[in-house]
């Protein structure tokens, strides 16, 4: 098991680029997350899919965009990419419930480092 | 809105020493709290969990303690080493109606350890 991946580790933009970060788990697990980490700070919800198909906004949104085609795929979109988003960019996954850690053991990605100019 | 947050941003020990973080929570209706162990450059890793029907729960070198009646919770950790220096979250959820596993998450602490 390779767990949960993202790609690609590092990225810089220059203001009003747009880029896809891809988060993929082999795990089976329904429901997937996409936090962003800001320096000194805890992790931040963006948006939040409990199913191939769906997806919610989670505590800050805004600039963002997501996308569940695939149940073992999780893209988080930035359309038009701006300082503020100078993050780095936690993608998670979990069971819905059971597990021998808890019923809501969340496993993280490595994180991707964006840089926004 | 609702949040959790930590006492201590930063904890220094020795290496062997028991080390303790900790962490104040606000809202009284989370019912399930987690934390996680963040070294640099990765992502959080679970460490250990407790419903909040719970006071106490152990693993492996680490307790958990949860005080409701105060809204706190503890990390305690035996016999520290320095392979457990890294920033520690605590997270909580309101699992009940549909929190879809949200995570909310303190500052964290960073935990030094010295030889």
């Known amino acids: 098991n390779a767990g949960v991946t993202q790609t690609p580790k590092f990225r810089v933009l220059k203001t009003g680029q747009s880029m896809t970060l891809l988060c993929a788990q082999d795990?089976?697990?329904?429901?997937m997350y996409w936090y962003r980490q800001d320096p000194g700070m805890g992790l931040r919800l963006i948006h939040y899919s409990v199913g191939e198909g769906t997806t919610a906004k989670g505590e800050v949104p805004d600039g963002y965009n997501v996308s569940r085609l695939k149940k073992q795929n999780f893209l988080l979109g930035l359309e038009s990419a701006a300082p503020s988003q100078t993050s780095v960019y936690f993608c998670?996954?979990?069971?819905?419930?059971?597990?021998?850690?808890?019923?809501?053991?969340?496993?993280f990605g490595p994180g991707t480092r964006l840089t926004v100019t | 809105g609702e949040s959790v947050g930590l006492h201590l941003p930063t904890l220094s020990v020795q290496e062997g020493d028991n080390s303790i973080i900790n962490c104040a929570y606000s809202?009284?209706?989370?019912?399930?709290f987690i934390w996680y162990k963040q070294e640099s450059g990765k992502g959080p890793q679970f460490i250990i969990d407790i419903r909040s029907n719970m006071d106490k729960r152990q693993g492996q070198r680490v307790t958990v303690l949860l005080n409701k009646t105060v809204k706190h919770l503890s990390l305690q950790i035996a016999a520290t080493q320095p392979g457990d220096s890294a920033v520690y979250f605590c997270?909580?959820?309101?699992?009940?109606?549909?929190?879809?596993?949200?995570?909310?998450f303190g500052q964290g602490t960073i935990l030094t350890v010295h030889p």
């Open positions: 998670a996954s979990t069971r819905t419930s059971g597990g021998t850690m808890g019923l809501y053991e969340q496993y």
């Open positions: 795990m089976n697990h329904e429901y």
């Open positions: 997270a909580e959820i309101n699992a009940g109606g549909t929190s879809y596993g949200k995570l909310t």
């Open positions: 809202n009284s209706a989370s019912d399930y």
